[in-house]
């Protein structure tokens, strides 16, 4: 099962040489050694990824964070391949929490185990996304073509594929539906709604297939997936489309 | 929806600082704390709290209401109208628990829910029968 290893930027520094070097050799211990790509300013990740694929690879790791993740995903979802992560370093580890899988070379257990889910795809104007978008403002929303929500005042508007909705709780990753969730600006943040009733700070969490955020005064900005930002209008949707992951049994899901 | 679902067990929460316009169909439950306007459906069931103003026909599985609600009423199992309710619309329910102070103003049916007791009109929403009664305005 020839796998493809790419290895985000961050992980060029000194500090994590003997990581990688220990995860090379374990993974070659476990009979998971497989090509590895480096992401450099002239490497672009759909490059990286289309050459594996054409040479064979059909596991595409990466090694590195969520952004890592979210950039594969995008890139691998038209194709056939599945998608693993081995998370490397402390920062930005949420979409390695939901799945499941532990920091550093413990993740390689998790590799071969092969658990594999199929996780639902979202589409922001025909790009698509995997983690979530966040939004703030008062955009015009409208949900499945069938109704409108307004606000009142400026909302933190957060729509999740695969993402915490709370700090006790994570959107469904295979329901073929996107969890909107908004609360109010002056609120608290997202921490402090555990053991409270989410209704107390003005939480509204509203399931939908399609979402089109407008915003008729000025342009918003979406970030998507914590690394890309778009400006509203934006068409959002559950594509129906899946990806194949690779999940540890402690998965939140 | 949810793994882990919240304490009452809600999937779909519309806050305080929301105002929903339209056809909100859901297939699981619904609990309104803020304004909803044109019809609300769902197979599961709705708590409406003190704070909520539902200007909208529901038709849901059993529901607990607080609030205010202008509209037709259709639960197929239990309502329960809390003293803080307001309700200026018809009701049609399997079992209605009315709290001591709830203001209803509009018809009430007993009995099972049936395709024979909802009418559905031009533009799809359902309506109970007989003919609805005169709804007052609320007086602010």
Redesign the interface.
């Known amino acids: 099962m020839p796998y493809f290893y790419l290895y985000d930027t961050y992980l060029q520094g000194a500090a994590y040489a003997p990581q990688l070097i220990r995860l090379e050799n374990t993974l070659t211990d476990l009979g998971l050694q497989g090509r590895v790509g480096r992401l450099t300013l002239l490497k672009s990740v759909k490059d990286l990824v289309a050459t594996a694929i054409r040479e064979g690879a059909d596991t595409i790791v990466g090694v590195g964070n969520d952004i890592t993740f979210s950039r594969l995903a995008e890139v691998i979802a038209p194709h056939k391949a599945t998608l693993g992560l081995i998370p490397l370093g402390a920062e930005q580890q949420t979409i390695a929490n939901i799945l499941g899988i532990p920091l550093g070379i413990l993740a390689c257990q998790v590799l071969s185990s092969r658990i594999v889910a199929n996780l639902d795809l979202g589409k922001i104007n025909n790009q698509y996304f995997i983690q979530s978008i966040a939004v703030k403002g008062k955009p015009n929303i409208e949900c499945?073509g069938?109704?409108?929500?307004?606000?009142?005042?400026p909302?933190e508007i957060k729509i999740c594929n695969l993402d915490f909705?709370d700090s006790?709780?994570?959107?469904?990753p295979q329901?073929n539906?996107l969890?909107m969730v908004?609360?109010?600006s002056a609120g608290k943040s997202w921490l402090p709604w555990f053991n409270k009733?989410?209704?107390d700070l003005?939480?509204?969490?509203?399931?939908a297939k399609s979402i089109r955020l407008t915003s008729p005064k000025e342009d918003l900005s979406l970030v998507v997936d914590n690394h890309r930002i778009l400006k509203t209008p934006a068409n959002i949707i559950a594509t129906g489309e899946k990806i194949k992951v690779i999940v540890g049994k402690r998965r939140?899901? | 929806?949810?793994?882990?679902d919240?304490?009452n067990g809600?999937?779909?929460?519309?806050?305080?600082?929301?105002?929903?316009?339209?056809?909100?169909?859901?297939q699981?439950n619904i609990?309104v704390?803020?304004s909803v306007s044109?019809t609300i459906n769902t197979k599961g069931n709705l708590q409406a709290?003190e704070q909520s103003r539902i200007n909208a026909n529901i038709e849901a599985t059993s529901a607990y209401i607080a609030g205010y609600v202008k509209g037709n009423i259709t639960i197929h199992d239990r309502l329960e109208l809390a003293p803080t309710s307001q309700i200026n619309g018809d009701i049609l329910a399997k079992i209605l628990v009315v709290a001591e102070g709830a203001k209803l103003n509009g018809r009430c049916q007993m009995g099972e829910v049936t395709s024979n007791n909802i009418s559905v009109s031009a533009k799809g929403h359902k309506k109970i029968t007989p003919s609805a009664v005169e709804i007052s305005e609320e007086k602010s």
């Open positions: 499945n069938n109704y409108k929500l307004q606000f009142s005042s909302q909705i006790a709780r994570v959107s469904d329901n539906l969890e908004i609360k109010n009733n989410s209704t003005g939480v509204s969490i509203i399931p939140l899901f | 929806m949810f793994k882990n919240n304490q809600s999937e779909t929460i519309i806050g305080p600082s929301v105002k929903v316009e339209g056809d909100f169909i859901s699981g609990q704390e803020g044109g709290g």
